[in-house]
């Protein structure tokens, strides 16, 4: 790819609001002059097609190594955006950019196309405009590749001018104005094909698992599937309260319990909470089941996942982050007890039955605060304040307390603890996975429970589902399940926030 923007001796200054309006009024006089020259023949501020033969990308692959002065004798018509120009008496440049970020050169002249027309160039173009070009495929004295326009044509006018392209965007413009950071920024551009392939990737190694992606419902009338406090909203059509999914797993379930016995879905969830450099409101989710699965061949299956969207995007399983760190993903991950690996690192033996008062005192100990105290709220808490911070490679977590994961199923040898893992890249929590709770009688319990923690004040307790549990009576098999964020793979990819990683995040 061709640099992002050539170097530039002086940062010209950000336009005033003042002389923003003056730039788009000179310019809406401009679209105007476009409109009435328009023929039957084409032309305009906006013309439904132009003449084009192939792309700046093809050219440049096409000709990466032509001497300087050099002709070839194609002819090519082309179109992009106007990121740089210049213009003297007989000869105007212009730099055009593609979608993707790659550039040429267009030479206008006045031996080629005539005085009318390098007169209407200099009078009519402008910083941002999309133009079309046609013309000999040549390269400069200079040694850069170009065309020499024999015609041209604005493709879309463009009213307000480009930001300078010299100076990065804030970080809260780049989230606001994300079009222009693509404009402007290699590295936005690239981040949004890696998230491309990684779904592609993503997809692939489901295939070729024999899995099924389905839809399911967004609007549900009973949230579930995760601990998280949702968004409220009503249906005028059903005139009733509604909510925008916390997670699909409920609905996934229900297809396993169908005979879909390898699911899955990539789709949009809403949790009303906070947000930070790992959190947003709004976020893709990946969910799947396995039916006579269990945790250990859903972390087998999840590292796989991730190792070949690395190799996707970054052609191997060692990324590089956008702050040039080099991660390596490959090779099979740790698997560390979450009652083990906290008592080593604690210095004091931690169990399923330790008592909550010792767990309190130690938490006091650490400053480590914790709501609506439960022996799994402080087990998680002292095990993030301890443990968390010193995990480097991918690292999966085993064996959770039961009372903070409603869904899983009861650990088949340990008392007290659930198999349930959570996978921590670059010190963040990236999926987690379960050997799924299939008893309707002990999940109807566990509903149960989850509705008394809802009535001393938790937000984020579940609500009792009847529907599921129906579903659940007619019979599913010993399930493995697994959920992931798109939005954080990307980071563990990327290297990038949260933010970063999402083409159009939410901001106030």
């Not at 980071?491 to 939410?506: D, S």
């Amino acid at each position: 790819m061709t640099p992002q923007t050539p170097a530039a001796p002086d940062e010209a200054p950000e336009p005033t609001a003042e002389e923003v309006s003056e730039q788009k009024a000179v310019r809406l006089a401009k679209r105007e002059r476009l409109i009435d020259e328009r023929t039957d023949a084409g032309g305009g501020a906006y013309p439904v097609s132009l003449p084009l033969t192939t792309t700046i990308t093809a050219v440049r692959a096409a000709h990466p190594d032509l001497e300087p002065d050099a002709t070839t004798g194609e002819i090519v018509g082309i179109a992009g955006r106007v990121v740089n120009a210049r213009n003297t008496g007989k000869l105007c440049f212009a730099s055009l950019q593609a979608g993707d970020g790659e550039r040429i050169q267009a030479m206008v002249s006045l031996a080629e196309v005539g005085e009318e027309s390098i007169r209407r160039w200099k009078e009519l173009v402008d910083l941002g405009d999309h133009v079309f070009v046609s013309g000999e495929v040549i390269s400069s004295r200079r040694g850069e590749l170009s065309i020499l326009v024999t015609d041209w044509a604005i493709a879309a006018k463009a009213i307000l001018p480009l930001p300078n392209l010299y100076k990065e965007l804030s970080e809260e413009n780049r989230m606001r104005s994300r079009y222009l950071d693509l404009i402007q920024r290699e590295q936005a551009r690239t981040t949004v094909v890696a998230r491309a392939r990684t779904n592609a990737s993503l997809r692939a190694t489901f295939a070729r698992h024999g899995f099924l992606e389905v839809e399911t419902p967004m609007l549900q009338t009973m949230h579930g599937g995760a601990s998280a406090r949702p968004f409220v909203t009503r249906s005028n059509a059903f005139d009733t309260e509604l909510y925008l999914r916390i997670a699909p797993e409920l609905f996934l379930k229900r297809a396993v319990v169908g005979g879909i016995d390898r699911v899955f879905e990539i789709n949009r969830n809403f949790r009303n909470e906070g947000a930070d450099s790992t959190h947003s409101p709004e976020f893709a989710m990946l969910e799947a089941y396995q039916a006579y699965g269990d945790y250990h061949t859903i972390a087998d299956l999840t590292q796989e996942l991730i190792q070949d969207a690395a190799v996707a995007v970054a052609g191997s399983t060692t990324v590089t982050w956008a702050d040039g760190t080099a991660y390596d993903l490959g090779g099979d991950w740790d698997r560390v007890s979450m009652y083990g690996s906290l008592s080593a690192a604690a210095g004091v033996e931690i169990t399923p039955g330790t008592p909550l008062a010792e767990l309190e005192a130690l938490a006091a100990r650490e400053g480590v605060e914790v709501t609506l105290p439960t022996h799994g709220k402080y087990v998680e808490e002292l095990w993030e304040h301890f443990v968390k911070g010193g995990l480097t490679r991918p690292t999966f977590v085993m064996d959770f307390p039961v009372d903070t994961s409603p869904l899983v199923r009861d650990h088949r040898a340990i008392p007290g603890v659930v198999e349930k893992w959570d996978l921590y890249v670059r010190g963040f929590e990236l999926a987690t996975g379960y050997s799924e709770l299939v008893d309707p009688v002990i999940q109807r319990e566990r509903f149960v429970e989850q509705a008394q923690l809802a009535a001393r004040g938790d937000d984020e307790a579940m609500r009792l589902d009847e529907e599921f549990l129906r579903a659940l009576e007619h019979g599913m098999p010993p399930t493995g399940g697994m959920g992931m964020g798109i939005d954080r793979l990307m980071m563990a990819i990327t290297g990038l926030g949260i933010r970063e990683t999402i083409l159009f995040p939410l901001v106030k």
